[in-house]
């Protein structure tokens, strides 16, 4: 049974920068509360009782946070969960981070979720069920959500290959970081929700630098090469929001507007003050 979730939180947020030079990009606020507050509050939904964060020594204020009671500030439906945090040092990506949590985890699978991307559902945390389901009746090396995007879009995501043409749940022959729109094997873009098998820690040793980092989409492509299943589902319906950059977080804004009911639940002195600018 899946329990853990690895929740990288370490990056610098340059593209955000100068905000998060202050506040970290997981902490903005998205309606009433941070946005890693929406990412921890999902997977708890999901009946994940135990959420490791990986955080950089400069936001200890996440922690501060998140456990100023002296208990998790998250509202669980499913029940106590246990917040642990780990430190990444060194901003080395999120292959990096996951492998340092390999002693929270042990020879348990355990879902990924990148802190500073949100999944708006209309039923919390059932994409993240959805994926659990996948593992335990298939036992995949790796279950990986992802989403269609548009072409121009490709070269910021990681794209798979798919192996088969069903739209609901396929396996992959290969994955890519970051193509250009001609070198695109798909537009399914990797949606920042992972399940993995212990296997994933053989797959991290090989993996190496590039860029400055270490990429998690090398240790998956490791996986398909040698033969292991990975499979993907798509976020069917939900909305994958990143806010590690602007854009994306105005968009967020939006979004979470409209399912707080749309107008009607912004104060009319802004509706007002929208109206005059446009």
Known sequence: MVQIAVVPAAGRGSRLWPVT???????????????????????????????HLILAPSKRHIRDYFMASGAPRLNSPNGPVSLTFGYQKEPLGTADA??????????????????????????????????????????????????HVPKQAVSRYGIVAPLSRRKDLFPIKGIVEKPSPQ???????????????????????????????????????????????????????????????????????FHWIRLQGGLTAIPKSLIRALRRLS
């Open 183 to 253: 070198e695109a094997p798909s537009r399914l873009a990797l949606a920042a929700r992972f399940l993995f098998s212990p296997l994933i820690y053989q797959a991290l040793t090989t993996v190496e630098k590039r860029n400055g980092e270490f990429q998690l989409t090398d240790a998956v492509q490791w996986l398909v090469e040698q033969g292991h299943k990975v499979l993907c589902v798509r976020l069917d319906g939900a909305i994958r929001i990143d806010v590690g950059h602007f854009s994306g977080y105005y968009e967020g804004l």
């Open 21 to 51: 030079r202050v506040i970290a990009k997981e902490m903005l606020p998205l309606g009433y509360q941070p946005v890693l507050q929406y990412v921890l509050e999902e997977l708890a939904a999901a009946g994940i009782c135990h959420l």
């Open 98 to 147: 996951v492998r340092l949590a390999r002693k929270v985890t042990g020879s348990s699978p355990f879902i990924v979720a990148y802190g500073d991307c949100v999944i708006l559902e209309k039923k919390w945390g059932a994409l993240i069920k959805k994926m659990i389901d996948v593992y335990e009746s298939e036992r995949p090396a790796a279950v990986l959500a992802v989403e």
